[in-house]
């Protein structure tokens, strides 16, 4: 009788720890995520701003506008339903303030995740795609705009408009 007694009070402070652990992981990206927006970027970028940088600095053909332009609105667009869907899982998030669902709060991070995922991945298709359509000399004009990206701030300020 008392180890049975000792055996369901281990099986369920092994529960009780597992609830605890979820419940404090969600809420900690529910923390997070509710930051987050008023930090970020804005997201998304504009395509047509980044080809007018690109082609200035890259000095593109107009070959290689018309293409890369292409790419980098292809790239926007399917990044449009994601960026919509991320914004509508943080607002299901942000909501279960009251009542907290930890299995559909498991279930939307995620989907969250593979939405970040996917992200990254896009961007990073898209970037190599660009490059491969750029002459060395190019690729090494990109390169050195690239690394100039967010210098000339002072740390921990918010960046403003750009002063292209």
Same mark, same amino acid.
């Given at each position: 009788?008392?180890?049975?007694?000792?055996?369901? !009070?281990?099986?369920?402070?092994?529960r009780?720890?597992?609830?605890?652990?979820?419940?404090?992981?969600?809420?900690?990206?529910?923390?997070?995520?509710?930051?987050?927006?008023?930090?970020?970027? #804005?997201?998304?970028?504009?395509?047509?701003?980044?080809?007018?940088?690109?082609?200035?600095? *890259?000095?593109?053909?107009?070959?290689?506008? *018309?293409?890369?332009?292409?790419?980098?609105?292809?790239a926007?667009?399917?990044?449009?339903?994601?960026?919509?869907?991320?914004?509508?899982?943080?607002?299901?998030?942000?909501?279960?303030?009251?009542?907290?669902?930890?299995?559909? /709060?498991? /279930?939307l991070?995620?989907?969250?995740?593979?939405?970040?995922?996917?992200?990254?991945? !896009? !961007?990073?298709?898209? !970037?190599?795609?660009?490059?491969?359509?750029?002459?060395?000399?190019?690729?090494?004009?990109?390169?050195?705009?690239? /690394?100039?990206?967010?210098?000339?701030?002072? #740390?921990?300020?918010?960046?403003? #408009?750009?002063?292209?």
């Open positions: 009788m008392v180890l049975r007694f000792i055996h369901r !009070r281990k099986v369920m402070n092994s009780t720890q597992v609830i605890l652990r979820r419940t404090a992981g969600a809420l900690a990206l529910l923390t997070t995520m509710a930051l987050t927006p008023a930090f970020a970027a #804005p997201q998304g970028g504009n395509p047509e701003r980044m080809l007018e940088r690109m082609a200035q600095h *890259v000095d593109l053909s107009d070959t290689q506008r *018309v293409e890369i332009g292409e790419l980098l609105q292809a926007a667009a399917e990044g449009a339903a994601d960026r919509a869907r991320m914004q509508e899982i943080r607002r299901e998030l942000q909501s279960q303030g009251a009542s907290f669902d930890a299995a559909a /709060s498991e /279930s991070t995620e989907e969250l995740g593979a939405i970040t995922a996917r992200n990254a991945y !896009r !961007r990073t298709e898209t !970037r190599a795609a660009v490059r491969a359509l750029l002459s060395e000399e190019q690729r090494a004009k990109l390169d050195a705009m690239e /690394s100039q990206r967010g210098k000339g701030r002072e #740390p921990g300020k918010m960046k403003g #408009p750009r002063q292209d």
